[in-house]
């Protein structure tokens, strides 16, 4: 039973938008906050953003994407977006949609549930 399915990864250029999409089972929609990571090559999986709330939303992003990244969710369709603008190289990574933080948003092990993750590639 898949729980969480991102989708809306692909190549673009340094510069373009995009908008990731993360399909959530309705149950953990509706229960918990839910945020995105991403893992670079070689590199650890870090956290980029995250909301809670269902009707009041509070957002928490990481430095590197304040200002470029949006996280946002779409209550009737059980689905968090994560847009990109004016993308740059360094954001090149597989994105991963998770939900049930317990403690801090920023550390992946404390997130109970994870999707399958969607490529991202930002050429320069």
């Known amino acids: 039973q898949v729980q969480l399915a991102e989708s809306g990864g692909r190549l673009v250029e340094a510069g373009d938008s995009l908008r990731l999409s993360c399909a959530a089972s309705?149950?953990?929609?509706?229960?918990?906050?839910m945020g995105w990571f991403r893992q670079a090559p070689g590199k650890g999986r870090e956290f980029v953003a995250a909301l809670n709330g269902i009707r009041t939303v509070s957002t928490f992003y990481a430095d590197s994407v304040k200002g470029r990244f949006t996280i946002s969710r779409d209550n009737a369709k059980s689905t968090v977006y994560l847009q990109m603008n004016r993308l740059i190289p360094e954001d090149t990574a597989v994105y991963y949609c998770a939900a049930d933080p317990d403690g801090d948003y920023t550390r992946d092990r404390d997130w109970a549930y994870w999707g399958q993750g969607t490529q991202v590639t930002v050429s320069s």
């Open positions: 309705e149950d953990i929609f509706r229960s918990y906050p």
